[in-house]
Every structure is written in structure tokens, then in C-alpha cells.
């Protein structure tokens, strides 16, 4: 078959989303299928279909697209909130720009969120089926987004660009043929959230290629010092959903009981500043390290001890299936799907969300006890090695491909 992954997310990127598309068009290829993969630039300034070498700038559709929706708007639905007016205008763009590059050739079109999936239920062929993954609450992050900017004071105002959230959601999984998401807790918000059908919704755990992940374990200079100290790992963008503020308190408490230990912080993002004077409030600065954007994540992953993921709102983390594949003895919240891919006590330590004297607790148990560590690191490999195999991934996702195609050859028949 002839597949088009396509998101309105930008590539290549550090993140999950991009990973999932690599790992996808990884599985696909190797199952004898001609994969495509529609996404925005980088920096958002354009559209293209990336292996095809085929691109469009954005400047050269935002200024017609911009006119008919503020002239449609004004006269459909004056006094629209000028968020969602620049929100559709986006979404129009994408729509043209996809468009333009050609998206009528394809058996399957696999969207990875829902904004490119209403855009490509438009204008794709009748006879394409459309698939839409979840990667996460994009509702409730481009929500709380907005009202970390500080201009939504007004009730109303909130209530309405809510909705809009809301609706955004389900029209890109209502179009879908099939759709996909790779947690239970994701699946029961948007049966109980959005009243999306759960015969709609198939839950498809992510998977890597194991086999590649673990040729990297093996690479990359050795960062570890001499002075046997255990290292703590965060690999996660400095963003306030991952909830670094919280493993930072945590490891305030522990220095206090001991310095055996230093923490490697691998990632960037704009709340690095204020990361790094909460580390030095609090007096750990010889204690923490920033790494910054990594190409050896792996590597480092490997030479550390212990895995911490503190996040605020998280569905299924690529880091805690490549820490648990590496053998790591991995600490994380209880936010989102991560319950689902770390058994307590067994497969890693959970504790709830904020409760950084929570985590002060584990840490502590997993440096005092080496072998629950060993227990737990060992535990954790081999549950991933069989849970996170990309195989496994690709076994259901045949299943779900499959369903897709029917419901579309069912509707096209009764028509």
C-alpha cells in the first residue's frame, strides 16, 4: 500500500511526535509499504512532503487565505475571538498547502493530530482511508497555553475559545475511518471528554526499534566522573508540563541527606533560565547538570542509574520506554498513561503528581537499596524489551489499517 504520515506539527523536531514517525515509516517500510510524510517546517514557515523533496513556503498562501477567512468571518460570524480566527487561518493554510503538494494517491492517510486530520478529511480521494493517532490532550494544552499568556480574564472568553478547543478535537477524530492512541487513560478522556465513539478508538502502546535503540546504548563519550557518584537522569524539554520544579525540590531534600548522587537535565527550552536559578536557590548547583539538546540520549542513558520523568501531563513517553529498555530503574508520575507503562514496585516507582516529597522518598530508596535498583532495572528491560517492541506496535496497527480500509469500503458501497 501507499501510506501518507502526515501531522500540522513541524519535523524533524525533538519530541515524541517526531520519534513515532520515524519508528511508524520504520514498521511500515520493512512490511513492504511506500511511506510519504506530509508535515510543516521546522520554524512553521512552509509545508512539505519530506522524502519527495517537495516544498511550499507559507508566504506564498497566509496572505490569500488570510483575506477570505477574515472576509468569510466577518460576514458569517462577526465578532469572532481573533485566537480562533488565526487558529482556522493555520488550519486553512495547512489544508492548501497539502493540497498543492498532492495528497490523492494514497491508500491510507495516518494523521498525527487532529488538525492535520480535518484538513486531509477535505481534500483527500473518496477511496482513502484516514487514520488519526493521539499523541496527547492537545485540547487542554493549547488551553492552558493561552492562559499562560495572560489575556483570558474574562470568563466568557475562556469558556468560548475552550469550546473551540473542544470541537477541534472531535471533528479530527469524528472524520477519521479508525483512530488510535496509545494509553487507556487517553481513551476513557475522550469517550467521557469529548463524546468521541469508543468503537472508533483502538489503544496502540507505542513501540521503538528495539534492535537500533539498543546498537545506540553503546555509543557516545563517557560522561560519568570518577568519583562514583550515581546519576540521575531527566531527559525532557524544560517546559513547566514536565514538572522539573518538582524533581529540583526533591533533590534539594535529598542533598540534604547526602551527596553521592549528581543529576544530568538533558534538554532545552524557554524555561531553562528559570530552572537554573531554582537550582541555585536551593543550592544545588554542583549537584545538577544541564546537558542541553542531546544527540547521544542513549549513551547517557546508559551510563546513568536512575530515571526520573516528573511530568505534570504526559500520555505515553518515548523516554520511559527507552529508559525501561535500557535497564534503568525508573521514577515517574502519575500523570496521564505513565500508571499503565510502570508497574509499582516492580517495573519502576510511581508517585503522584507535584508531591515532590513523593519522589524525595524514592529517590532515596533506590540509592540506599541497591538491589531493589538492580531488581527494578532488571524487571523494567525485560517488560520493555516485550512491551515496546515495534513489531508488537505494528501487529495492531495492521489491525487497525485493516478496520479502516473496510469501514471506507462499507460507506463507499452504500453511497
Not at 529498555?325 to 525508573?330: E, F, L, P, S
Request: glycine share 8%; with cysteine.
Amino acid at each position: 500500500m501507499k501510506i501518507l504520515l502526515a501531522t500540522f506539527w513541524g519535523l524533524p523536531h525533538v519530541g515524541g511526535v517526531d520519534l513515532y514517525v520515524r519508528q511508524l515509516k520504520l514498521g511500515l517500510e520493512q512490511r513492504g509499504h511506500k511511506v510519504d510524510i506530509l508535515c510543516r517546517f521546522p520554524d512553521g514557515s512552509g509545508y512539505s512532503i519530506l522524502n519527495k523533496r517537495r516544498h511550499l513556503p507559507r508566504k506564498s498562501v497566509y496572505s490569500l487565505v488570510e483575506s477570505n477567512v477574515k472576509t468569510y468571518f466577518k460576514e458569517s460570524l462577526p465578532g469572532l475571538d481573533p485566537i480562533i480566527r488565526d487558529a482556522e487561518t493555520e488550519q486553512y493554510c495547512y489544508e492548501v498547502g497539502a493540497a498543492y503538494l498532492g495528497v490523492d494517491s494514497y491508500d491510507i492517510i495516518h494523521a498525527q493530530d487532529v488538525i492535520s486530520a480535518r484538513a486531509l478529511s477535505r481534500i483527500k480521494r473518496p477511496l482513502s482511508a484516514l487514520v488519526t493517532t493521539i499523541h496527547g490532550h492537545l485540547a487542554g494544552e493549547w488551553f492552558l497555553s493561552l492562559l499562560r499568556q495572560g489575556d483570558l480574564e474574562n470568563p466568557e472568553r475562556r469558556e468560548r475559545l475552550w469550546q473551540y478547543a473542544v470541537m477541534r478535537e472531535q471533528i479530527g477524530l469524528n472524520c477519521a475511518d479508525a483512530a488510535t492512541l496509545p494509553t487507556q487513560w487517553m481513551k476513557e478522556m475522550l469517550v467521557d471528554e469529548f463524546a468521541v465513539p469508543v468503537d472508533k478508538l483502538t489503544v496502540v502502546p507505542n513501540g521503538i526499534d528495539i534492535k537500533g535503540f539498543t546498537d545506540q546504548l553503546h555509543g557516545g563519550a563517557d560522561m560519568r566522573s570518577s568519583s562514583g557518584k550515581k546519576v540521575i537522569i531527566c531527559p525532557a524539554r524544560f517546559d513547566e508540563i514536565k514538572g522539573h520544579k518538582y524533581l529540583i525540590r526533591a533533590l534539594a531534600k535529598l542533598r540534604k541527606n547526602r551527596d553521592d548522587w549528581i543529576c544530568w537535565f538533558v534538554g532545552s527550552g524557554g524555561l531553562e533560565f528559570k530552572l537554573r536559578e531554582l537550582v541555585k536557590l536551593h543550592g544545588i548547583e554542583a549537584d545538577v547538570a544541564f546537558m542541553g539538546t542531546r544527540r547521544d540520549v542513549p549513551a547517557l542513558l546508559r551510563q546513568s542509574d536512575i530515571f526520573v520523568l516528573p511530568s505534570l501531563q504526559d500520555n505515553h513517553p518515548y523516554a520511559v520506554m527507552e529508559a525501561q529498555v535500557a535497564g534503568k530503574a525508573v521514577i515517574v508520575s502519575d500523570a496521564g498513561g505513565m500508571p499503565e507503562m510502570v508497574a509499582h514496585g516492580e517495573t519502576g516507582l510511581v508517585f503522584p503528581v507535584g508531591n515532590d516529597e513523593e519522589l524525595y522518598r524514592h529517590l532515596q530508596l533506590l540509592l540506599s537499596d541497591e538491589q531493589l535498583r538492580n531488581h527494578i532495572a532488571s524487571q523494567a528491560s525485560h517488560s520493555g524489551m516485550e512491551r515496546w517492541s515495534l513489531d508488537v506496535m505494528m501487529s495492531r496497527m495492521d489491525a487497525v489499517y485493516e478496520i479502516a480500509l473496510n469501514r471506507k469500503r462499507e460507506r463507499i458501497g452504500g453511497i
